[in-house]
């Protein structure tokens, strides 16, 4: 089983940049297709990013595709999420989560087994 822990969330201004870091332990990562999830206030957890173990798969939402890139370092046992270009609406409580499914990415947080506790990110515009 593994635990995952997000780090990086901070205050900046719109514009700016961040790198979110989620470092897992008891298991080793690569053996989980990652995704990173958000949730701001009154609204429902929603897909950000993905990547499967190998690396080769990493879908995007729509709303950060071209600004965020997810990563992962095998050797540090940690997936990344490069955040470039930050706007208000990227305001919200980020997760990283691991699942045991093969294959593709999936979209939906129910398709994922292991949880962090999250990283808040805010944007000031």
């Known amino acids: 089983q593994v635990q995952l822990a997000e780090s990086g969330g901070a205050l900046v201004q719109a514009g700016d940049s961040l790198r979110l870091s989620c470092a897992a332990s008891?298991?080793?990562?690569?053996?989980?297709?990652v995704g990173w999830f958000r949730q701001a206030p009154g609204k429902e957890r929603e897909f950000v990013a993905g990547?499967?173990?190998?690396?080769?798969?990493?879908p995007y939402a729509d709303s950060v595709k071209g600004r965020f890139t997810i990563s992962r370092d095998n050797a540090k046992n940690s997936v990344y999420l490069q955040m470039n270009s930050l706007k208000a609406e990227d305001t919200a409580v980020y997760y990283c989560?691991?699942?045991?499914?093969?294959?593709?990415?999936?979209?939906?947080?129910?398709?994922?087994?292991?949880w962090g506790q999250g990283t808040q990110v805010t944007v000031s515009s």
């Open positions: 989560a691991a699942s045991i499914s093969v294959g593709a990415i999936y979209y939906s947080p129910s398709e994922y087994n292991y």
């Open positions: 008891g298991s080793t990562i690569n053996t989980y297709n």
């Open positions: 990547i499967t173990r190998s690396g080769g798969s990493t």
